[in-house]
């Protein structure tokens, strides 16, 4: 079952701006997880969110939580051109199991 | 390095021939996971452990086999490969099942 949605599917910015990038789920979690996906290669964790918590940064990242909405938001501040990847977001539920997003392709024009 | 190490990253078989994928983990992670990656789907789950000799079907265990005889160990077994398994498959490992996943680089299985 999918339970993330992310949203947009895709995303094209200039270099510089900041991109943002939300995800829906539909059941109880215990944390919402954002990993970074370059072109088919493994993934990489960048954030992760319980479910207590509203917000949280890492460097140029903020993480929003909204659990009475279900929903969660990426915000990348000052992209570069190494931020073009996919973003995916995933959530724990009580059963153990990482439930993930179709993810959202970013692309950073120069 | 901590890391996790999957091989082979490229695999082409035909339909029936069994096959391994390896998954080894060397940060003493408890949770172990494998996902598969197909277009336009995301990832989803086959199998994860907890722990050593606790396995449990994730949303796409339909093919797979698993085992955790050790720790570090969590390979996944495909007894009679079909068309239908060609994909993208990804291992992961946790310290607990709660917190951050670490990845190995990939599996691209083809099955003709």
Same mark, same amino acid.
């Given at each position: ?11 094209s910015?200039?270099?510089g ?10 059941t109880?979690?215990?944390n919402?997880q ?6 088919? /290669? ?7 969110? /319980?479910?207590?918590? /509203? ?25 570069r051109?190494?931020?073009t ?18 993810g ?7 | 390095e ?7 990253r490229y ?7 069994? &096959?391994?994928?390896t ?27 907890m722990?050593? %000799?606790?396995?449990?079907?994730g ?11 050790e720790?570090r160990?969590?390979?996944?077994? &495909? %007894? ?19 917190t ?11 099955v003709?």
């Open positions: 079952s999918q339970q993330g949605e992310e949203d947009p599917q895709a995303l910015i200039q270099e701006e900041n991109a943002t990038m939300n995800c829906s789920y539909k109880s979690i215990n919402l954002w990993y970074r996906q370059n072109s088919g /290669r493994g993934l990489v964790h960048l954030i992760l969110i /319980r479910s207590n918590e /509203r917000e949280k940064h890492s460097g140029r990242l903020r993480v929003t939580l909204d659990t009475s909405k279900k929903s969660s938001s990426l915000l990348i501040t000052a992209s051109a190494a931020d990847a996919s973003y995916f977001c995933a959530t724990m539920d009580s059963n153990y199991q990482l439930i993930w997003g179709a959202t392709k970013l692309i950073i024009k120069p | 901590a890391q996790v190490t999957q091989n082979p695999l082409i078989t035909v339909t029936g021939k069994k &096959l391994t994928v998954c080894s983990q060397n940060m003493n992670h408890e949770y172990m996971s494998w996902y598969r990656q197909d277009p336009g789907l995301g990832l989803r789950q086959i199998y994860y452990s722990n050593v %000799e606790v396995t449990d079907k949303d796409v265990p339909e093919g797979y086999k698993v085992s955790r005889k720790k160990n969590f390979p996944l077994i &495909l %007894e009679s490969p079909s068309p239908n398994q060609t994909s993208l498959y990804f291992c992961a490992s946790s310290f607990l099942w709660d951050e996943a670490f990845f190995g680089q990939g599996t691209r299985l083809t003709v």
